[in-house]
């Protein structure tokens, strides 16, 4: 029986069961097996891992664990102090899209709201899930380990937190966009641009309440949905004000 010695770092912990944070993990083995499937047996999905050290070597997710290995695996946020010669995790994406699992329902509202291309259903099947992320080359965020561990997935990230407004921080964070926050540009049913429309081509559609207060109206280019400022605009608008407050608190 061979054994390797696993060490994961910062929050890679997440994924791990509480007697096996933050402590050297004995791992026996009979069979040969790649560094990925035995990260992943032991609780970590790939799109996690940002680079991992073996011995006194960097390695790719090909590497074999051999007997006797002492490996170390760490998240992108250990960059800060290590520049390994290997990195794992894909170059950032220019074109910033979100693909979400049916848990984050909430979020992909929220993320919507702030300019971002997400798309969700209640209905995806993990394997289109992993598909889309692929094929449109979207992150995927998730509250599914499993799903984060298919082999389609490249970018890709577990959202720890279970509270929606804490979900979109992370999420900002994370992936450093608070600087691309671009509100109020994408219909927050279905995903699609807004575009000003002319009230009048429009009137029989805004509530006779609505059609004397207001002048300036948005329509979703896809869904037709009809967009204007009201109450509901003001707490949006409140909401959004609190996310980006939250970067200048850091």
Not at 41 to 61: A, C, M, T
Not at 177 to 185: A, I, T
Not at 232 to 239: G, M, T, W
């Amino acid at each position: 029986m061979a054994i390797a010695y696993f060490y994961f770092h910062a929050e890679l912990n997440h994924f791990l069961p509480r007697h096996q944070k933050q402590v050297k993990i004995s791992h026996s083995f009979e069979e040969t097996a790649s560094i990925k499937d035995t990260i992943e047996s032991l609780g970590v999905p790939h799109p996690e891992v940002d680079f991992i050290k073996v011995n006194d070597e960097y390695v790719d997710f090909s590497y074999i664990v051999a007997d006797g290995d002492i490996v170390n695996v760490y998240p992108i946020s250990s960059r800060s102090d290590i520049i390994p010669s290997v990195y794992l995790l894909p170059e950032p994406l220019s074109n910033i899209r979100f693909v979400l699992d049916i848990h984050l329902g909430k979020l992909a509202t929220s993320l919507r709201l702030l300019g971002f291309d997400t798309l969700y259903r209640n209905d995806y099947e993990d394997e289109e899930l992993a598909k889309i992320s692929y094929n449109q080359t979207r992150i995927l965020l998730t509250r599914d380990k499993g799903l984060l561990m298919r082999s389609l997935v490249r970018y890709g990230y577990y959202v720890r937190n279970t509270n929606p407004e804490k979900q979109i921080l992370e999420v900002l964070q994370r992936f450093d966009l608070f600087k691309l926050v671009s509100p109020f540009k994408r219909c927050l049913r279905c995903n699609g641009l807004l575009e000003s429309v002319d009230k009048q081509s429009i009137i029989e559609q805004i509530p006779e309440n609505v059609r004397s207060q207001v002048e300036e109206f948005q329509r979703c280019q896809s869904c037709d949905r009809i967009y204007w400022k009201g109450s509901h605009y003001e707490r949006l608008q409140q909401f959004i004000d609190g996310v980006l407050d939250s970067k200048t608190d850091e």
